[in-house]
């Protein structure tokens, strides 16, 4: 295969994947967490329906997508060399992928520079796009579902660490560290009412705070913290929630506040 030959083809294989995957890549709107608020989200306001990592990578997709599609338009010429007007709705990135794939030889017959870097262009995006639709190969430790709220149900998707890096839900692209996935797949996990021992690892994951027996025993009878019951094996329980207020605030939450 000649040079042009192979950028013509990977263009065409990448304008592929991005046709293919760029509706997928938008995932369903991400309302809110079961229990706190986004990664480091010091505000009130509502999170963005879609992370805007998500947003940036789709948008400069379609913008090369259109870059590229203008490049061409300036190059068709007829038999005789009269410049031809061709028509592709700009605002449709699908459209105009499929229009590039039918002129992807003309790409890579354009200066060497420049189809190397359409090829480039296109094959980024593409494995963009096919990591939001598809997500990657899984790499890394499974830590638990994605609790993330996508409209009505959690996002579900399963959550992977990488030592050392942020970690970010391959479905709705929430990330952040370790300790806060943790807590917040623990706390979705966690039933409302726990014992003192499950108290205490969960306390200790929310809050970095480490109670003893009796601590929560102490706290428990000078009533600065409720009891919420016993288990069937008469194992006191607690609200973990409002522990966990407490802990954080140092003032135990009416209830219905928490
Ligand atoms: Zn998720």
């Given amino acids: 295969m000649s040079d042009a030959q192979d950028t013509a083809s990977r263009i065409r294989l990448a304008l592929y994947d991005?046709?293919?995957?760029?509706?997928?890549?938008?995932?369903?709107?991400?309302?809110?967490?079961?229990?706190?608020?986004?990664p480091g989200a010091?505000?009130?306001?509502?999170?963005?329906?879609?992370?805007?990592?998500?947003?940036?990578?789709?948008?400069?997709?379609?913008r090369d997508l259109h870059f590229w599609a203008g490049f061409i338009m300036g190059t068709v010429t007829d038999i005789r060399g009269q410049h031809i007007k061709v028509y592709v709705d700009a605002l449709d990135p699908i459209a105009l992928a499929r229009f590039l794939i039918v002129w992807a030889d003309q790409l890579a017959k354009l200066e060497p520079d420049d189809a190397n870097n359409c090829a480039d262009d296109m094959s980024k995006h593409a494995a963009n796009l096919k990591g939001l639709a598809v997500g990657d190969k899984p790499e890394g430790v499974v830590i638990g579902r994605c609790p993330v709220v996508v409209d009505v149900d959690p996002c579900g998707a399963t959550v992977r660490a990488i030592p050392?890096?942020?970690v970010t839900c391959p479905r709705c692209g929430t990330s952040g560290d370790v300790g806060w996935w943790q807590s917040v797949i623990l706390a979705s996990a966690a039933p409302p009412l726990v014992t003192a021992g499950d108290l205490i690892s969960i306390v200790a994951l929310e809050t970095r705070t480490v109670l003893t027996h009796e601590q929560i025993r102490q706290w428990a009878t000078r009533g600065k913290i409720e009891r919420a019951g016993a288990d069937v094996k008469g194992r006191t329980l607690?609200?973990?929630?409002?522990?966990?207020?407490?802990?954080?605030?140092?003032?135990?939450?009416?209830?219905?506040v928490a």
Avoid at 44 to 62: F, S, T
Wanted: with cysteine; glycine share 10%; charged share 25%.
């Fill in 42 to 62: 010091a505000s009130k306001e509502a999170p963005l329906p879609v992370p805007a990592r998500v947003l940036d990578q789709r948008i400069e997709c379609h």
């Fill in 238 to 256: 607690y609200d973990h929630q409002r522990v966990v207020d407490f802990v954080t605030s140092g003032k135990w939450p009416e209830e219905g």
């Fill in 18 to 38: 991005i046709a293919e995957h760029f509706v997928g890549s938008l995932p369903l709107g991400v309302k809110a967490v079961n229990s706190g608020g986004m």
């Fill in 164 to 166: 050392g890096e942020q």
